[in-house]
């Protein structure tokens, strides 16, 4: 029986476990990948960075300067320094850039949900005011109080002067007014209301 020379896995047997000191992520997207670069934006963005540079950098150009000459692995003009500095410069200035991008994509889905959602409250304003002035034109047609009242006064008065009689169910504002100031008290003064 021959050797296998392509050396593919086998699905028959198990797999050898093989302990790894870094992990790899299985599938490195481009999105997490953004996620990655907005982390480390936002990070590099912060005070806390700001200050542990400030003291990294400190730190070594003291060591550089101040520990014996043997221990020193960055002479004065500090080149491996400024070396490490444009390196980190290098690789933040794309991943800021990057994250920043990812930001304008939210940024413009964000506008334009808020666009269709001022054009529907636009439309919904529109239609709104076209029916209050659609009501506001069918209350102008209807018969008010006043205007019921005086058409049967109207009425009335014709009928009057036609000779017609005229029977009232409840007795007139007026009369009932004029007698409640008639009535006299037991004592026989007036009692006005």
Known sequence: MAERRDRAPRLDQPREARRQFISRPEA???EAFGVLSERFARYMGTAYFLIGMTIFVLAWVLWNLV??????FDEYPFIFLTLMLSLQASYAAPLILLAQNRQADRDRVALEQDRTR???????TEFLTREVAALRIAMRDSATRDFVRGELRDLLDEMEERGLVVGRLAPDHRDASDTANA???????????
Request: proline share 4%; charged share 45%.
């Open 28 to 30: 490195l997207t481009e």
């Open 67 to 72: 520990a014996p000459r043997d221990w020193r």
């Open 118 to 124: 001022d054009e529907r409250n636009l439309a919904d």
């Open 183 to 193: 009535r006299t008290d037991e004592g026989g003064s007036h009692r006005s209301t």
